[in-house]
């Protein structure tokens, strides 16, 4: 099956630095890319769509400055969180979209964010 | 608007069989996901229905009926392994992905 992998698996950082976050398709191409993030015991809440070599589409409510997304190849997608304030910690989690089968998205293993 | 609904919470018996439900509003369809969430992990595909009907895919079954909005995710012969939040997630008509709450389904010995 299609793999996507996530780096860091976790990251604990100061109030006020940022944090990138690397997604990974390793054996499909994905055209489209999806951030969520999830709080403990919440469902999972899509922050962005991200399509190759174009801007992302931000859900209402999502700082698009403060959440930077590239999707800069069919294989990788990056989000920045910047200025990270401890409210920002959270669980994030990416999945892709493989262009030949569109309804499935397959996810990465998450990324944990801890701002002190 | 658009609405999963899913329970928050559900217990069974190990050896047991146990059904989610999961009712929908959403803007077109384009197939419903079911997904298993372990603690702290992300989530894993499970299953997806675009017709009407039940799918098979081993001690785990997921049935759609579109014109009542209404799905479940059947579970056989229950093993500890399977206590998990199970998430309920709808593709509208542009592709994205609406989630549902989940259900967290405690097994019990």
């Known amino acids: 099956g299609a793999v996507v992998s996530q780096h860091p698996s976790w990251v604990i950082c100061k109030s006020g630095t940022s944090v990138k976050i690397e997604c990974r398709s390793l054996d499909f191409q994905a055209t489209t890319m999806f951030w969520y993030r999830q709080f403990p015991k919440q469902s999972l809440m899509l922050m962005a769509t991200?399509?190759?070599?174009?801007?992302?589409?931000?859900e209402q409510g999502v700082e698009k400055d403060k959440f930077l997304i590239n999707h800069a190849s069919l294989t990788l997608s990056t989000l920045t969180v910047t200025s990270a304030h401890p409210e920002d910690s959270s669980f994030y989690i990416c999945s892709a979209r493989d262009v030949r089968e569109v309804p499935e998205q397959f996810f990465g293993p998450g990324t944990r964010l801890t701002v002190l | 608007g658009q609405n999963i609904d899913q329970p928050t919470e559900m217990t069974a018996t190990e050896g047991a069989i146990v059904q989610i439900n999961c009712t929908y509003q959403?803007?077109?369809?384009?197939?419903l996901f079911w997904y298993q969430q372990h603690a702290g992990e992300a989530p894993t595909f499970l299953s997806y229905n675009v017709l009407d009907g039940l799918e098979e895919k081993g001690r785990f079954s997921s049935f759609l009926s579109r014109s009542k909005g209404y799905s479940y995710l059947l579970l056989k012969e229950l093993q500890m392994k399977d206590s998990a939040s199970y998430l309920c997630?709808?593709?509208?008509?542009?592709?994205?992905?609406?989630w549902g709450a989940g259900t967290k389904l405690i097994i019990k010995p």
């Open positions: 959403t803007s077109g369809f384009n197939g």
């Open positions: 991200s399509n190759e070599g174009s801007k992302a589409t931000y």
């Open positions: 997630a709808v593709m509208d008509s542009n592709y994205q992905l609406i």
